[in-house]
Each structure stands twice: as structure tokens, then as C-alpha cells.
Nanobody
Framework: QVQLVESGGGSVQAGGALRLSCAAS????????MGWFRQAPGKEREEVAS????????YYADSVKGRFTISQDNAKNTLSLQMNSLKPEDTAMYYC???????????????WGQGTQVTVSS
């Protein structure tokens, strides 16, 4: 099993920045890819960004390209999401996730964190 714990959420004004972190523990050797999701009230969950833990190839949703950056520290089993130029529409609960496989270029997620709230005010 793998445990994921997010941190770094909070409230910020539009145009501001936040950095989310996700600490992974347990059988982390089974993780092949990790990512960030978000879900706002009344909306579907959206995959924001992902990264392959071996080569570092990344994916970004169009809505965050150029503003968010996903990164990993394999030595510390930590995943980060740097969020710049935040907009009110970025307001959501953000979740860290990890997967054991990539299929057709997309991470297949098996483990989820509890989430951290990000609120962006206009």
C-alpha cells in the first residue's frame, strides 16, 4: 500500500501563487507515475497534471498550461505542484494521486490522498 498526504493549500488572491506538496510513504517502489487532480463543488474531477517517475515526462491540462508546474523529488518521495498566476476558477479541492502503470501515455491511478483546499479570490 501507498499513503499520500497533501499539504500547502490555502487562500490567495487572484494572480498569486501557491505550492502544493504530496508526501508518499509505504511501498513507494511500486509507483510509476503521480499526478494532481482537482474538484470544485458541482464539477467533475479534473486531472491537472501528471508526471512519470522514471523519465519525468509530464502532462498538463490545457487550463493550467504555462501556469502550473509539476515536479518530483524521488529521494524524498515528494511530489509538488507550483501554481502561479492563480485564477478564481482554480478554486477547488486538490488531490494527489499515484499509479502503478501508464497505459497509452496516461497514468493509471491506484492511490489517492485526502486533498487540500485551494481558494482563489478575485
Amino acid at each position: 500500500q501507498v499513503q499520500l498526504v497533501e499539504s500547502g493549500g490555502g487562500s490567495v488572491q487572484a494572480g498569486g501563487a501557491l505550492r502544493l506538496s504530496c508526501a508518499a510513504s509505504g511501498y513507494t517502489g511500486s509507483i510509476y507515475c503521480m499526478g494532481w487532480f482537482r474538484q470544485a463543488p458541482g464539477k467533475e474531477r479534473e486531472e491537472v497534471a501528471s508526471i512519470a517517475t522514471d523519465g519525468g515526462s509530464t502532462y498538463y491540462a490545457d487550463s493550467v498550461k504555462g501556469r502550473f508546474t509539476i515536479s518530483q523529488d524521488n529521494a524524498k518521495n515528494t511530489l509538488s505542484l507550483q501554481m502561479n498566476s492563480l485564477k478564481p476558477e482554480d478554486t477547488a479541492m486538490y488531490y494527489c494521486a499515484a499509479g502503478r502503470a501508464v497505459v497509452f501515455g496516461r497514468c493509471q491511478y491506484n492511490y489517492w490522498g485526502q486533498g487540500t483546499q485551494v481558494t482563489v479570490s478575485s
